[in-house]
């Protein structure tokens, strides 16, 4: 399966020079869930998926590689 909400993550905070410390702290996770996400290991619960989406201004659906 293909990893796509994790390789977006990662390209948004690594553009905007955050920290997965950082993130996390914004969304009330730990680094190492910022990590599990990027590697593809989970997927966020959708209030996650919002608060990401409105950190980086992006909607949830492409976030998620939907209606590109």
Known sequence: MENIFGR???????RRGISRRVLGEL???SK???SRYERGETEPAGSTLMVIADIFGVSMDW???RGE
């Not at 977006?8 to 690594?14: A, D, G, I, M, N």
């Open 63 to 65: 976030l998620l590689g």
């Open 27 to 29: 969304c009330g996770l």
């Open 8 to 14: 977006r993550l990662q390209y948004l905070r690594e």
């Open 32 to 34: 190492n869930m910022v």
